[in-house]
């Protein structure tokens, strides 16, 4: 399982980016793929997921509204658009995946550590 982060990078508050998650090694109906993030001196956050299988989604409620996470199956790549970005979003985001179970799973990201995790990308907003 190879999951491949791009897309980070430095924007003013109130700006946009994309982040972008090249996912191979495993079929993608079957896993969860998402993001999380972490700051400096903060706990790793479960931003956002996407099931393979139905399209299920599940935000956190930082960025509900804001971001938007979606999915391009032939390409087995997953995008996380962040729209009003403001300098609490400023953290390094990881793409993680594992096996989905159901929409449990989804509405759980976050409250468990995926066992497949990207490089991780950083975003940094500035005021």
């Known amino acids: 399982v190879q999951l491949v982060e791009s897309g980070g990078g430095l924007v003013q508050a109130g700006g946009s980016l994309r982040l972008s998650c090249a996912a191979s090694?495993?079929?993608?109906?079957?896993?969860?793929i998402g993001w999380f993030r972490q700051a400096p001196g903060k706990e790793r956050e479960g931003v956002s997921c996407i099931s393979g299988s139905d399209g299920i989604t599940y935000y956190a409620g930082s960025v509900k509204g804001r971001f938007t996470i979606s999915s391009d199956d032939a390409k087995n790549t997953v995008y996380l658009q962040m729209n009003s970005l403001s300098p609490e979003d400023t953290a390094v985001y990881y793409c993680a995946a594992d096996r989905t179970y159901g929409s449990s799973t989804i509405y759980s990201w976050g409250r468990f550590l995926p066992n497949y995790w990207g490089q991780g990308t950083q975003v940094t907003v500035s005021s």
């Open positions: 090694g495993f079929t993608f109906d079957d896993y969860a």
